[in-house]
């Protein structure tokens, strides 16, 4: 069954970076589409950045020029480099998979603080 444990989420100050990492196991990852997407308290779930088996990316326009979406096919992992952290990045981060869009791991947290 499909399993995607998130990874790389903490605290860090405005204008820093971290990398945030998804294992996924449990289907042939390299021909579906993954996903990072994030949550705050009382709103809904957004996505962030996606990219498909053959690498194209797509990026919410908040995080374009900052976030990196990538995949190593072979490793079965999926990553976020995010750059320029702001406030309102702050949130509970998901990675997804369009196997099975109704499943989601635990998540990670990152909280930037001004």
């Known amino acids: 069954q499909v399993q995607l444990v998130e990874s790389g989420g903490g605290l860090v100050q405005a204008g820093g970076s971290l990398r945030l990492s998804c294992a996924a196991s449990?289907?042939?990852?390299?021909?579906?589409?993954m996903g990072w997407y994030r949550q705050t308290p009382g709103k809904q779930r957004e996505l962030v950045a996606a990219?498909?088996?053959?690498?194209?990316?797509n990026y919410a326009d908040s995080v374009k020029g900052r976030f990196t979406i990538s995949r190593d096919n072979a490793k079965k992992m999926v990553y976020l480099q995010m750059n320029s952290l702001k406030p309102e990045d702050t949130a509970v981060y998901y990675c997804?998979?369009?196997?099975?869009?109704?499943?989601w791991g635990q998540g990670t947290q990152v909280t930037v603080s001004s």
């Open positions: 997804n998979s369009q196997r099975r869009p109704d499943y």
């Open positions: 449990g289907f042939i990852f390299n021909i579906y589409s």
């Open positions: 990219i498909s088996g053959g690498g194209t990316t």
